[in-house]
C-alpha cells in the first residue's frame, strides 16, 4: 500500500443476487483515496456509486454480497474482519458514511443529544456531563448553534438536520467521511451552508479525507481534489479534477460535462450534448465497453474487449480510443 | 398577448382552532406572448407551483385575475369551455411519482388528450408512437406498463409525449427535467424549442434551477416567499442583479468555469 | 387482475377467513336446498337432542333443529348482504359527493351524517319494527341499512378529500372529464379497499343487529333466521334447561360468521396499506 493512500481497494467486486442472477453493480474496481484528499465520485442513477461507498466500507448484506477483492484502511484489511470488529473499530471510529437517506433516518423521538449519546456509549463509557461538553465543543468549533443540541429532529430545518448529522457522524474523528448527495434535496443557500462544513471538517483536521458522491457535477468542482467518474458498474475516468472536467478523455465523461447546466455564459456557448439510449441493465452488461452502443466514436475492438483502466496524461481512463489500441 | 396574470394572490388559511393564513402567492403579476420560453425561478415554498396550479384552473385565487387569449380564465363556465381551455394550456407537473393514478396503465395519461383533440382509431396510435419517439422512448418499453414499472426519468417523459401529441399555446412545465439523467435533458429541451419554431407553443418552466432558466429562458422570474422580487432576461440577472434575494441565489450556486472564493 | 387475486389468496389470514365464511355460505345454501325436512315442519318428538335421525335435535314444537340451523343461515347473510349493500350505497353516494364537492354541500350533508349517527338505532329500530305488522327481511335489511351507514360516509368522505388533492387527478381534470367520470375512474379504484372493507365490517354488524333485533321479538314475522332460533331458545329457557344443541350451534354460526368477517377485514387492511402508497 503507498504511503500517500488512506484506503485502497482493489479488483473488488460486489453483487446483488436476485431471482434473475447477478445484478453487477460493483465490478472489478480499484480504487486509492489519498491522505488528504477530498474526491468526488460522479456518475448517473444506476452506476452503482451508492453501492460501491456502501462496499468501500464493507457494509454489505443480502442481497448485496461481497465477492472478492481487498480494502485495506490504514494498514488494516477491512475486508477480511467480521462484523463484529467492523462495528467496534471501523464504523464511525475511521469511516462514517452518511447516506443519501439520513435526513429521515433520524428517529423523531429523539434529540440530538440522545444521538449523540447513543454513538459516543456504543465505543467508550462516559458521564453523561462529559459527553454534553463535547458535544456543545464540536458543535461550535462547527459554526453550529449549540441549542440544537437540544431539540427534537422536526424542530429543524433540512439544512441544520444534515449538518447535525454529519457533524454526529464525525464526532470520533473518522479517518474517512463518506458523504451520498447530502445535498440534492437543500436549497441552494443551504447547500453551500453544509459543503462549506465539510470544507472546514477537513481544515481542521476533524476528518482526514472525503468522499463525495454526487450526479452534479458543478459541486465536485467547486470542493473536489480528484474526480472519480463511474458508469455501469465500472469507473471509466479518474484524476484531478481540472484534467478530468476540462480534458476529459473518456467520451462519456465528456458528454456529462457538456450536459452541466450552470447559469454562465460558457454554457450557452457550448450548448447541451446529448447521446441517445440508456445505460445497460447491470443484469446482463455488454461484453466489451459498456458505453460502447451509446458510443459515437467506437472501434470494433470496443464492442468484444472491456477497455483496462491505463494511465493516460494526467488520469486514469478506462477507453480503447483513447489508450489508441487496436 | 397570450397571457396576462394580474395581482394574482392566494392565502391559506389553516389549523383547526387557532386559524393561520399562509400567504402562499403575494400579488404576482406577468405577462407571456406567443413562442416565448419564461421562467418562474424559487425554492420550495416560493408560491411557483401554487401559482401554476391558478393559472391551470385547478385551484381558485383569493383575488386577482388570469387572462388568456382576452379572456377571463376563472370566468369560464361549463365542460366545454373547459375543454377549449385545456386544449390551449397544459402541463408537466413536477412529480412524475403522484401525477400518474397508480391503478392505470400509462397509456391512459397519453390516451386521455384526444379528447380534447378530436383523433380517432388509428391515428391516435400514430400520433402516441410519434410523440414517444420524439422524448426519446420506445413505445415497446412503456406502452402497457403501470407507473411503477417505469423510472421517474420515462415518467417525466411520458409526461411530456403527452403535451407533444396536444400542441397547446402555452404549457406550464414544472420541472420537466429534474428526474431525467444529464446525457438526455437537451433532448427535451430541443423538443420544447421545436414545439415553440413549429408551433408558436409558449413554456412557463417552474423550477429551482436558474441554471436551466438562464440557458432556456427568453425572461426569466424570481420568486421568493410568494411574491416575484426581480424579472429580467437571463443576462440581466446574472450580470446586473438588483435584488438581495436574487445576488444570494446567484453567489450560491455553484458554478462550473469558475471557483468559489475562499472554498 | 388476476394478479390481485393470487396475491391476496398468499395471505394466511386471508386463507383461513375466505375459507370458513364461503364454508358457511356453500353449507347453508346447499344444505337448506338439499335437506329433505321442512324448518318449520313438526316432524318429531320434542326438545330431543342431537341422535342419528335429528342430527341436532329438535326444538319444542318437535321441529328439526339441522334444517332450521341451514335455513336460518341462509336467511340471515341474506338479510346482511342487504343490509350491508344498503348502508355502503347510502354511505357511498353521500361520502363521496361530500368530500368532492366540499363548501356547503359538505357541511349540509356533515350535518344530516351526524344526525343519523347520533340517533339510538336500536330504539329506530325498535319503532320501525313495532310499527310494522308484517316483517319480511327485506324490510329488515332497510331497517338496519338505513341507521348503519354514517361511519361510512365519513371514512369515505375523509378517503376522498386525501385523494382529491393528489396530483394524478389533476391530469384528468385537464382532460377536460365530466366530475362524474373523474369519481368512477380515478378516485373509486383507489378507495377500493376501503370499500371493500367497509362492506366487509357493514355485512358483519347487520348480521349481530338482525341477531339482535329478532332476540327482541323485533325480526322477520314469517320465515327463519339464526336471531329467530335464538330468539326462540331464550324464551323456551333453554339454557337453563340445558338443551345445549338448541342455542349452541346458531350462536356458534353466528360469532364465526362474524369472526370470519372481522378477519377478513384485517386481512384486506394488511394487504391494501402499502400498496396504496405508491408501490
Not at chain 1, 12 to 27: E, L
Not at chain 3, 168 to 178: D, H, I, N, V
Request: charged residues 20%.
Amino acid at each position: 500500500m503507498k504511503s500517500t493512500a488512506l484506503l485502497e481497494a482493489q479488483a473488488v467486486k460486489a453483487y446483488y443476487s436476485t431471482r434473475q442472477g447477478y445484478i453487477k453493480a460493483v465490478d472489478n474496481i480499484d480504487l486509492i483515496i489519498d491522505k488528504g484528499m477530498t474526491l468526488g465520485v460522479a456518475g448517473e442513477s444506476g452506476c452503482g456509486k451508492s453501492t460501491l461507498m456502501n462496499t468501500l466500507m464493507m457494509n454489505v448484506k443480502p442481497p448485496l454480497h461481497f465477492l472478492e477483492g481487498t480494502i485495506v484502511l490504514d494498514g488494516k484489511v477491512i475486508s477480511k474482519m467480521k462484523i463484529s470488529e467492523l462495528k467496534n473499530d471501523v464504523w464511525g471510529v475511521r469511516i462514517s458514511l452518511v447516506p443519501q437517506s439520513a435526513l429521515n433516518a433520524l428517529m423523531p423521538t429523539k434529540r440530538i443529544i440522545d444521538f449523540i449519546k447513543d454513538v459516543i456509549r456504543h465505543h467508550t463509557d462516559v458521564s453523561d456531563s462529559e459527553i454534553a461538553s463535547r458535544a456543545r465543543k464540536r458543535f461550535e468549533e462547527l459554526n453550529l448553534p449549540v441549542d440544537s443540541l437540544s431539540m427534537y429532529p422536526h424542530e429543524l430545518s433540512g439544512g441544520m438536520k444534515q449538518r447535525a448529522i454529519i457533524a454526529v457522524s464525525t464526532l470520533l474523528n473518522p479517518r474517512l467521511l463518506i458523504v451520498d448527495e447530502p445535498t440534492s434535496a437543500l436549497d441552494v443557500s443551504t447547500q453551500k451552508q453544509v459543503l462549506k462544513m465539510l470544507m472546514d471538517l477537513r481544515k481542521t483536521g476533524i476528518i482526514e479525507s472525503m468522499i463525495f458522491v454526487t450526479h452534479d457535477i458543478a459541486i465536485l468542482r467547486q470542493i473536489a481534489d480528484s474526480i472519480t467518474i463511474m458508469y455501469a458498474g465500472k469507473i471509466v475516468e479518474s484524476g484531478p479534477t481540472e484534467d478530468v472536467l476540462f480534458n476529459p478523455k473518456h467520451p462519456y465523461t465528456l458528454s456529462l460535462t457538456s450536459s452541466v447546466v450552470t447559469p454562465e455564459p460558457e454554457v450557452r456557448e457550448r450548448g447541451l450534448a446529448s447521446i441517445p439510449g440508456e445505460p445497460p441493465d447491470l443484469l446482463d452488461p455488454p461484453e466489451g465497453c459498456r458505453f460502447y452502443p451509446r458510443c459515437t466514436k467506437s472501434m470494433s475492438i470496443c464492442r468484444s474487449v472491456e477497455p483496462p483502466l491505463k494511465s493516460e496524461g494526467a488520469q486514469l481512463v478506462a477507453c480503447h480510443i483513447a489508450s489508441g489500441d487496436g | 398577448m397570450l397571457l396576462e396574470v394580474k395581482n394574482l394572490t392566494k392565502v391559506f388559511t389553516v389549523g383547526l382552532f387557532k386559524r393561520r393564513e399562509i400567504v402562499a402567492v403575494d400579488d404576482v403579476s406577468f405577462n407571456a406572448e406567443p413562442a416565448e420560453f419564461i421562467s418562474l425561478v424559487g425554492e420550495s415554498g416560493s408560491g411557483k407551483t401554487t401559482t401554476a396550479r391558478m393559472i391551470l384552473k385547478l385551484l381558485p385565487p383569493t383575488s386577482g385575475e388570469v387572462i388568456f387569449e382576452g379572456k377571463d380564465v376563472f370566468g369560464l363556465k361549463g365542460i366545454e369551455e373547459s375543454r377549449s381551455y385545456y386544449k390551449s394550456v397544459h402541463s408537466i407537473f413536477q412529480d412524475p411519482y403522484a401525477a400518474y393514478n397508480p391503478l392505470h396503465k400509462i397509456d391512459r395519461v397519453l390516451n386521455q388528450v384526444f379528447k380534447l383533440t378530436g383523433h380517432s382509431g388509428a391515428e391516435r396510435d400514430r400520433l402516441v408512437k410519434e410523440a414517444l419517439k420524439e422524448v426519446g422512448l420506445r413505445h415497446e418499453d412503456v406502452l402497457g406498463k403501470f407507473p411503477h414499472e417505469l423510472s421517474g426519468g420515462q415518467r417525466q417523459r411520458i409526461m411530456v409525449a403527452r403535451c407533444y401529441i396536444l400542441k397547446p399555446k402555452l404549457i406550464l412545465a414544472d420541472e420537466p427535467i429534474s428526474m431525467i439523467d444529464a446525457s438526455t435533458k437537451a433532448s427535451i429541451l430541443r423538443l420544447f424549442s421545436k414545439l415553440r419554431d413549429e408551433y408558436k407553443t409558449s413554456v412557463i418552466f417552474i423550477t429551482h434551477d436558474l441554471g436551466l432558466a438562464y440557458y432556456v429562458s427568453d425572461e426569466v422570474l424570481i420568486m421568493s416567499e410568494g411574491s416575484i422580487v426581480e424579472k429580467g432576461s437571463p443576462d440581466d440577472i446574472m450580470n446586473r442583479p438588483q435584488h438581495p434575494y436574487t445576488k444570494k441565489l446567484r453567489e450560491d450556486i455553484p458554478l462550473f468555469y469558475r471557483k468559489w472564493p475562499g472554498f | 387482475m388476476p394478479q390481485l387475486i393470487k396475491d391476496l389468496l398468499r395471505i394466511k389470514k386471508l386463507d383461513a377467513s375466505l375459507a370458513i365464511f364461503i364454508g358457511i355460505i356453500l353449507t347453508s345454501v346447499l344444505g337448506s336446498m338439499l335437506y329433505a325436512t321442512k324448518p318449520l315442519a313438526i316432524v318429531g318428538p320434542a326438545e330431543q337432542p342431537p341422535s342419528v335421525e335429528f342430527p341436532l335435535g329438535t326444538d319444542s314444537w318437535g321441529r328439526d333443529l339441522l334444517a332450521l340451523l341451514l335455513a336460518g343461515t341462509k336467511n340471515s347473510l341474506r338479510i346482511g348482504v342487504t343490509a350491508a349493500l344498503i348502508s355502503l350505497t347510502i354511505g357511498l353516494v353521500i361520502g363521496v359527493t361530500a368530500g368532492f364537492k366540499g363548501g356547503i354541500i359538505d357541511s349540509a350533508l356533515m350535518l344530516v351524517t351526524d344526525v343519523v349517527l347520533v340517533l339510538p338505532s336500536i330504539l329506530i329500530m325498535m319503532l320501525v319494527a313495532a310499527y310494522l305488522r308484517e316483517r319480511n327481511p327485506f324490510y329488515v335489511s332497510l331497517i338496519i341499512g338505513a341507521t348503519g351507514w354514517p361511519w361510512v360516509a365519513r371514512a369515505i368522505r375523509s378517503q376522498i378529500m386525501s385523494l382529491k388533492s393528489r396530483e394524478f387527478m389533476y391530469l384528468s381534470k385537464m382532460a377536460g372529464l365530466k366530475d362524474v367520470r373523474i369519481i368512477i375512474e380515478d378516485l373509486l379504484p383507489n378507495m377500493a379497499s376501503y370499500i371493500a372493507m367497509a362492506f366487509v365490517l357493514l355485512m358483519s354488524g347487520a348480521m349481530i343487529a338482525e341477531a339482535g333485533l329478532s332476540m327482541i321479538g323485533l325480526g322477520v314475522t314469517k320465515g327463519v333466521s339464526l336471531g329467530i332460533i335464538l330468539y326462540w331458545a331464550q324464551i323456551l329457557e333453554s339454557v337453563r334447561r340445558g338443551m345445549w344443541w338448541w342455542f349452541g350451534p346458531p350462536g356458534a354460526v353466528l360469532v364465526a360468521l362474524a369472526a370470519s368477517l372481522l378477519l377478513m377485514s384485517t386481512a384486506l387492511d394488511e394487504y391494501f396499506s402499502p400498496r396504496l402508497k405508491g408501490g
